[in-house]
């Protein structure tokens, strides 16, 4: 079983819809975890990071649940220009070790006029 | 400020052949990790370096190896090379071994033919 696991898609919206992407990982160790859009041929970038209480950037919303390793998403009315790869990622913070980040698959979003 | 470089951007090499890729990153971050991206994939860690030392290996043959330089910067070398070993190879680079999300270099992509 893969670490990180992600819907794997495609996922066709039209603009102004709402998009949610789903991720679970399974390391319970897992402490920090973030989502990353990746562009065509691009780097990853930070989109955010996602903590328990769930946090809110504009548009986006990011949602963990630790108790079933569950990782979520969501972006409301959505643009052309969110059209990418969404990336879930998951940091075991492992206390003076390494800091690997562990990526799913990502998820190709295509968002239509 | 310049984010983090990479050079080569693209790379053409033969079987059999020696690579060596190489970043910089953001100026005052001490950690450099690099990921390799296979297309249809997310990054895979290979290496973690922090304050010249290797602090994480991810799961690559010993043909992987790199190093961190006193001024940070990074290489990443690949002996003996592969037609599997054809993808992205991303530097990020952090503040602290645990830096709040990492910073992507635009990649190295490496074909090998």
């Known amino acids: 079983r893969k670490e990180v696991e992600q819907d794997p898609g495609p996922f066709n919206v039209p603009e102004g819809a709402t998009v949610a992407f789903n991720c679970t990982y399974s390391n319970s160790a897992s402490q920090s975890f973030f989502w990353y859009r990746q562009d065509c041929r691009k780097e990853p970038k930070l989109l955010m990071s996602v903590y328990s209480s769930g946090n809110e950037d504009g548009r986006f919303t990011a949602q963990l649940n630790r108790a079933s390793q569950y990782i979520s998403l969501l972006i409301r009315d959505s643009k052309l220009s969110d059209s990418a790869t969404y990336l879930c990622?998951?940091?075991?913070?492992?206390?003076?070790?390494?800091?690997?980040?562990?990526f799913g698959k990502g998820t190709l979003l295509t968002v239509n006029p | 400020d310049a984010g983090v470089t990479q050079s080569p951007t693209h790379l053409i090499k033969t079987r059999g052949q020696q690579v060596t890729l190489r970043c910089s990153p953001i100026s005052g971050h001490k950690s450099v990790s690099w990921y390799q991206q296979v297309l249809g994939q997310g990054p895979q860690f290979i290496f973690q370096?922090?304050?010249?030392?290797?602090?994480g290996r991810g799961n690559f043959p010993d043909r992987f190896s790199a190093r961190q330089f006193p001024n940070y910067s990074s290489e990443l070398n690949v002996n003996a090379l592969l037609l599997g070993d054809s993808a992205l190879y991303l530097c990020?680079?952090?503040?602290?071994?645990?830096?709040?999300?990492?910073?992507f270099g635009s990649g190295t992509r490496l074909t090998v033919v």
């Open positions: 370096y922090y304050e010249k030392e290797e602090r």
């Open positions: 990622v998951a940091r075991k913070d492992s206390g003076g070790s390494n800091y690997k980040l562990t």
């Open positions: 990020a680079s952090s503040l602290q071994l645990a830096g709040y999300g990492y910073t």
